[in-house]
């Protein structure tokens, strides 16, 4: 018969040090306790466990199947500890913690800017962490409760997530200042096909790379793509070099001081939509008040 063992939230603590520096002197102290002590912790969690946690030779310290699994389940349960502390404080003490929010540069330009001036208007002791990420980096975040909102470009929402849009955008050619096309002679993008383009990753948002892909196939021709990146800047730097022209959401044109220029795109189909996602099981008391802000802005 299987005694039942109660894990003890130091011991973990313990094992995560040590999961995540692959070395048990580093993890000691990291800790600040002895080498030895680790190490009897340890061993007495995996006793109590029954099974092998780390596999140890004299040069290295890896996870087993075991190992690697409780890693992961561990973080999560710390995470949530910590939710959980920050949610006992909001109650105890009124509003005030830290809210995490992912997003799509574009989201930077107009979007997020009066966001975040209504949190500070109404809520003083909120602290907003912000973290520019690709829109598949944003849903493993929300997923895994590292993220409290994300902006992102997506046609619906994972499972138990809301998407609300929030802004609709056109979009723009972006070309090199010399270029020989201005305004009074662009009429549609067909007469840029044989250039070279450059484009957002597809990993960085899928949905609007379609989208892109798709304002050409309409004018029958389908880009010839020379380089990709994540960063606007990156894109617009590139386009200044004369190395391709872009086609990005008109609000992009906005912050930067490069030796280029925009031309909208009219008479197209297309929409950049930015989006706001988030959880609908989001343990933080202060998405609830601050999504109707977020929502507006």
Known sequence: MLMKYQLDCRQLRYFV?????????KAADSLFITQPGLSRQIKQLEAGLGTVL????????????AGKFL??????????????????????AGLKGEFRIGFVGSAMQQVIPKFLLAIDSHFK????????????????????????LAYVRLSKPPENMA??????????????????????????????????????????????????MSICKDRGFEPQISHKSVHAQTIFKLVEA????????SALQYGYNLKVKFLPL??????????????????NLLLEHLLPHALSS
Do not use: C
């Open 17 to 25: 040090a040590v999961a995540r520096h692959l070395n048990f002197r």
């Open 54 to 65: 780390f596999e140890r030779s004299s040069r290295v310290v890896q996870l087993t199947q």
């Open 71 to 92: 890693l992961e389940e561990a973080q999560q349960l710390f995470l949530q500890m910590e939710q959980l502390e920050q949610n006992i404080r909001l109650l105890g």
């Open 125 to 148: 002791e909120v602290r907003v962490s912000l973290k520019e990420m690709s829109i598949s980096d944003q849903v493993k975040a929300l997923q895994n409760n590292q993220i409290d």
């Open 163 to 212: 998407l609300e849009t929030v802004f609709e955008d056109t979009f723009s050619v972006v070309l090199p200042e010399q270029h020989a096309m201005n305004l009074e002679s662009f009429r549609h993008i067909g007469q840029l096909k044989n250039e070279k383009f450059i484009m957002f990753s597809s990993d960085y948002s899928p949905l609007y790379y379609d989208k892109i």
């Open 242 to 249: 004369g190395l391709g022209v872009s086609i990005v959401p």
């Open 266 to 283: 009219h008479n197209i189909r297309q929409k950049a939509r930015l989006g706001v996602m988030w959880r609908k099981d989001n343990k």
